[in-house]
Every structure is written in C-alpha cells, then in structure tokens.
C-alpha cells in the first residue's frame, strides 16, 4: 500500500523561493507516494511570496495569518485535521530532487522503517555539495564547545553539534534531522500534539525528536533521498531577532530536557562566554552588521524575564 504524504511549508518572505520549491514538489515523481495536500502557512508576508499560487498542478492550500505566529505554531497550522500517513515539513528555500518523495515513501513503507518516527535526508547546498543534514542533541558539553570553537580544537573532548559529511556517509539512526526536509509520522506527531509553541523559531524539531526519542521513536538520517537547501533566506532580513530566537528557544530547550543546574549554567555561559566570542568574531571580520546584531540580539535577551529567572 502506498503511504500517503502532506506537505507542510511555513513562509515568511521568501520571495521566488515559495514558488521554486512548489515547482519541485509539482515534478517530483511520485510513484510510491501519494500526495494528499500541500499546505502553505504564510506569517504575515509582506513581499507578495504568497500570492498566484492557486494555478499550480497540486492538491494546494493557502493559509494566511495575520500577524507572524512563529514556526512551530504555523507548522501545527498546516498540520492541523491530516489524515496523511506522513507528514513533511519543508521549507520554502528547498528544492527536491525528482525521486525525493518517492525513495522516502518508499522506505517508510517498507521494513527498514520499523521504530522510525522522524526520516530526514541528505541535504546539498545549492551547488550541489554536502551540507549539514544531522545534529547530536544538544549537551551542555557540546553547547560549549560550539560557542567557544572548543569543538574545532578539542573535538574528542567537545563533540561538535553538527554531524560532519564524514560521520554520515551512509543512512542510520541520528539523534536528530534538520528541519529543512521533517518527515514525521502523523500520528506520532499527533500523539505528540505537534510541535511545542513556547519556540518562536528554532529548536521546536529538536525538542520534537527528543520527545519521540523518549516514546520510543528514532530519527533517520536516509542518504539515498536528497534535497537542496539555501538558508537563512528569511532570517537573513532579521540577524537581530534570529540569533535572539535562537539563543532563547536553547534556553527553553534546556530548562525542558536538561537537570536545573545544567539550564542555569547555559545562562551563565551565553552571557559570559557566547556574547564575548561572537563579538570579537564579527570584529575581527569587520562585519558591523553582525556586531550591531549581536548586540542587539544580546540586549533583547537582558530583557527577557526567561534570561532573569
């Protein structure tokens, strides 16, 4: 029996990226899925992205909110009543390959799939080389080493966050898949009640995997599948607020996953050691952008009762 697929996409400001993506999805071939909707979650786009999408050959949704709800809460949108087997959330900067869909399907129907709740791909930057596809949850140990560098001179004592192109030669269990291309089981995302609202943005599919973990549900890194992925095409508009996002959904992350003593550390070290770093990395470079953004980002968090409790 084919599995069924719905394609969840949140946009916000992308541009041509919307459309080149829902492009792919129309010429993927598709003969060991079915496709039963693609979803749009548009977060208050102001560029038009959104817009003359009806025309396209898919089984196609347009959500529009109003005000930017955040990721993980128009994930849970898009989401909401499927019946779908799997769910696939996809970000609008992607682009599949023609047989993406249908090496997925295929073996998330087979037996291979047994335990998997989460299957992510490889992912290809633009140019077609590897980028990162798999992470290791977060540690206090390799949070350090990643805001220090620590991981790049020590890497046996601080392992780094990002699973490197030679760690994932082949397919296999992971700790967790990049969001980017997030297939997930429906009703294991629905057992779930979807991803955690409490992150605007970022670390709402770490915390996904964790918790699937905890039911007795892996990821998997499944290499034969592929995607293309640009990044940051939305965040790059907002440095300030990106890197603000990020540093407190780790901290919600934390405060939910790690012993209290750990969460109050990662607070102590964001402030002492993160914020130093990355400011002389951005000088050093002479990036004033991302020095103002830091900045900014880091001032925004002194004032966030979660950074004060």
């Known amino acids: 029996m084919t599995g069924l697929i719905h394609i969840v996409i949140v946009n916000w400001n992308t541009g041509s990226y919307l459309r080149e993506c829902l492009g792919t999805v129309v010429a993927a071939n598709r003969n060991d899925v079915g496709l039963a909707r693609v979803t749009v979650v548009d977060n208050a786009s102001s560029d038009g992205s959104a817009d003359g999408l009806k025309g396209l050959d898919l089984p196609l949704e347009v959500i529009r909110n109003t005000t930017n709800v955040g990721f993980a809460a128009a994930c849970n949108q898009g989401a909401a009543g499927s019946e779908a087997d799997y769910l696939v959330f996809l970000n609008p900067d992607t682009r599949l390959c023609e047989d993406t869909l249908s090496v997925v399907g295929a073996f998330m129907d087979g037996e291979r799939s047994a335990g998997v709740g989460i299957c992510g791909v490889q992912i290809l930057n633009p140019d077609g080389g590897p980028a990162i596809s798999c992470e290791r949850f977060p540690t206090v140990r390799v ?68 918790r699937s973990r905890q039911l007795g549900f892996r990821s998997y890194f499944l290499k034969e599948a592929r995607a293309f992925h640009v990044g940051n095409v939305s965040s790059d508009q907002v440095r300030d607020l990106r890197l603000y996002h990020s540093l407190r959904s780790r901290q919600i992350y934390a405060r939910s996953h790690w012993p209290r003593w750990q969460a109050c550390l990662l607070v102590a070290l964001t402030l002492s050691v993160e914020l130093p770093a990355r400011l002389a990395r951005a000088l050093a470079q002479r990036s004033w952008p991302d020095a103002v953004a830091t900045a900014r980002a880091y001032r925004m968090l002194l004032g966030d009762p979660l950074f004060r409790n």
Do not use: C, N
Not at 167 to 192: H, K, N, P
């Open 143 to 210: 949070t350090l080493g990643k805001m220090s560098g620590l991981d790049r001179l020590l890497p046996q004592a601080f392992p780094s966050h990002h699973l490197s192109p030679a760690e994932t030669r082949e397919s296999g269990y992971v700790d967790q898949v990049i969001g980017a291309f997030y297939l997930v089981r429906r009703e294991l995302f629905t057992r779930l009640a979807g991803f955690d609202t409490r992150y605007f943005i970022y670390f709402e599919d770490v915390d996904f995997a964790i």
